[in-house]
C-alpha cells in the first residue's frame, strides 16, 4: 500500500504564510512527478503547482510568485511554501503523486486525505 499523509494546515491572517507537507510511505518504488491542489466550498478541485521529479515546476496564475512548490526525493516528501496568503486561498489542500508501485509496478495516481488551510481578513 502507498499512503500520502499531508500536515500544515491551518487559520492565519491575511498576508501570512503557511507550509504544507505531504510525505509519501508504502511500497514506493519510484516516485515521479507531484503537485498540490485545492478545493475551496462549492467550487471545483484546481491544481495550485506541480513539480518533476528532477524538479522542474509549474503554478496556477493565481498563486504564481507567492507559493513555492519543492520536494525532497530522500523523504518522499513534497512541500508548499505559501506566502502573501489571501482569504481567497481558503480551501482544503491535497497533495497527490504519481508513483510506481513496488509491488506490481503499475504505475498510479495516489491522493492525500487534505489539509484545511483557512485565510481570514
Known amino acids: 500500500q502507498v499512503q500520502l499523509a499531508e500536515s500544515g494546515g491551518d487559520l492565519v491572517q491575511a498576508g501570512g504564510s503557511l507550509r504544507l507537507s505531504c510525505a509519501a510511505s508504502g511500497s514506493i518504488f519510484r516516485l515521479n512527478s507531484m503537485a498540490w491542489y485545492r478545493q475551496a466550498p462549492g467550487k471545483q478541485r484546481e491544481l495550485v503547482a506541480t513539480?518533476?521529479?528532477?524538479?522542474?515546476?509549474d503554478y496556477a496564475d493565481s498563486v504564481k510568485g507567492r507559493f513555492t512548490i519543492s520536494r525532497d526525493n530522500a523523504k518522499n516528501t513534497v512541500y508548499l511554501q505559501m506566502n502573501s496568503l489571501k482569504p481567497e486561498d481558503t480551501a482544503v489542500y491535497y497533495c497527490?503523486?504519481?508513483?510506481?508501485?513496488?509491488?506490481?509496478?503499475?504505475?498510479?495516481?495516489?491522493w492525500g486525505q487534505g489539509t484545511q488551510v483557512t485565510v481570514s481578513s
Open positions: 513539480i518533476t521529479s528532477a524538479g522542474s515546476t
Open positions: 497527490n503523486a504519481e508513483i510506481r508501485n513496488l509491488l506490481n509496478f503499475k504505475l498510479q495516481l495516489y
